[in-house]
């Protein structure tokens, strides 16, 4: 394939915006990215005309892929065409209000933002002031966007930031615990019960690796939340609306959160975020309640009616049926691939988001209960050295996955995520022969 046009543009990139892009994961393609002219079905083309199966799809957002359903379409071209916004309300908003509270078992009130970032950010500020505590508890290697409360490292005795830029004395209020460990979880409840606000966790970590809970987790979490009077946030930024279809993923694992952040989906494609949650909790933002919360933006009518119409559409056609058995067929022809080639290797993901983590088991590969991607099942062989948490794949082979293997990848004409961490995402506009195209790539590039 001829790059030389993504080469230029991003010669010229890094000129004007550091690292050449305006969001950090996109430079991490080797040795430069793609630059993308446009979208079409579950493919994308480059400025350099070369076409590729595209398992990016925004990061999460583009659950029915790149070519928008003429319902879809329509809503938004009309609201665009009524007036870019208005700063006052409008209908659609509350029209998207409602389709999510009678579909999401937890959200009774909700509230849009503009991010997915803005939603934990303000989730966490309405824990506080709910409880009157300040700690926020949070899993190692799960990701919340980025804010100065969850972007940690360390445990829960000794945690710094991650970032340049944030005191130390906001670190001090977060409790770092590993996932899938309730041991871990209840020794930090025994010592800062007290002073926790919230559980903040994604349903699934999908931001490293895409490690699927042990059965009982969220159970636990739940109880522990009961307990000691904090509240239980899932982060379904990524899983909201992919995972467990229009009831997302707490509806799939079966433990109703206290409050629930949103983005991707939910805006059809367009920049949101949402958090809803019992309405006890929720009228405690502004104007009713003395949590400040506001934004220009928030409930933007063209991003309500995508995000209203791409529901929608997906609860009035067979979207999660073809997505989810795409999905399967992906990960169990991987495992099968893996088995062979790279046995040390896991497939992971479930619904419609898959992965291959490059991990350095030494045991059999994966099979029988995990064979569709790895459920932290103690039947499978694997299960003792399978990844337990996104920190976990520290120790994968990700200078492989990014200078050999994506590369290569890349050339056979399929994109996957751009480091060994993002997951996969598949569309309504995939195909089984995309699929079977996938397949045959990693056949080759393993």
């Known amino acids: 394939m001829n790059h030389e046009a993504s080469r230029s543009l991003y010669d010229r990139a890094l000129s004007v915006m550091p690292g050449g892009v305006n969001s950090a994961v996109r430079a991490a393609p080797q040795p430069y990215p793609v630059f993308v002219e446009r979208g079409e079905g579950g493919h994308v083309v480059d400025a350099d005309g070369n076409r590729y199966v595209d398992w990016i799809c925004g990061l999460g957002p583009l659950l029915l892929g790149h070519d928008t359903p003429e319902e879809v379409a329509a809503a938004v071209q009309s609201r665009a065409a009524e007036g870019p916004m208005y700063g006052m309300p409008s209908e659609i908003e509350v029209e998207h209000a409602e389709f999510v509270s009678r579909h999401v078992p937890s959200v009774e009130m909700i509230r849009f933002v503009n991010s997915g970032t803005e939603a934990t950010v303000s989730a966490c500020r309405l824990a506080r002031a709910v409880t009157g505590r300040d700690k926020v508890l949070v899993m190692q290697g799960g990701y919340h966007g980025a804010q100065e409360s969850t972007l940690v490292e360390g445990d829960a005795e000794d945690a710094s930031p991650s970032s340049a830029g944030i005191p130390q004395s906001f ?6 615990v590993p996932f899938n460990n309730v041991e871990a979880v209840e020794t930090a409840f025994e010592k800062h019960g007290d002073d926790i606000a919230c559980v903040l966790v994604e349903p699934v970590q999908a931001n490293m690796g895409i490690v699927y809970p042990v059965e009982g987790y969220h159970d ?5 939340c009961d307990e000691y009077g904090s509240l239980l946030i899932f982060d379904e930024v990524i899983t909201g609306f992919r995972v467990g279809g229009l009831g997302c993923a707490q509806s799939e694992f079966g433990v109703e959160p206290d409050i629930t952040t949103f983005g991707k989906i939910i805006g059809g494609g367009f920049p949101v975020g949402a958090i809803g949650g019992k309405t006890e909790y929720i009228e405690q933002f502004t104007p009713t309640g003395e949590v400040f919360q506001a934004g220009t933006f928030s409930g933007h009518p063209v991003t309500m009616a995508a995000g209203l119409e791409t529901l929608k559409y997906c609860a009035e056609h067979d979207v999660y049926e073809h997505v989810n058995g795409l999905a399967e067929r992906l990960r ?6 893996v088995a062979d080639r790279a046995p040390g290797y896991t497939v992971v993901g479930s619904d419609s ?3 291959l983590v490059f991990t350095r088991a030494d045991g059999p590969p994966q099979g029988g209960p995990c064979r569709n991607g790895c459920r932290q099942d103690p039947g499978c062989e694997r299960y003792g050295e399978c990844p337990k948490r996104g920190t976990d794949l520290d120790r994968a082979e990700t200078e492989r996955y ?9 050339e056979r004409g399929i994109l996957l995520s751009q480091n060994q961490f993002e997951s996969n995402f598949v569309s309504y506009g995939h ?14 590039a393993l």
């Open 220 to 224: 636990a979490l739940r109880d522990l």
């Open 353 to 355: 988001f898959f992965k």
């Open 431 to 444: 195909t089984e022969a995309d699929v079977e195209e996938t397949l045959e790539a990693y056949k080759h």
């Open 171 to 176: 670190a001090e209020h977060t409790v770092p």
């Open 332 to 337: 169990e022809g991987l495992s099968e691939i």
């Open 402 to 410: 990014a200078r050999l293997f994506r590369p290569e990848m890349r």
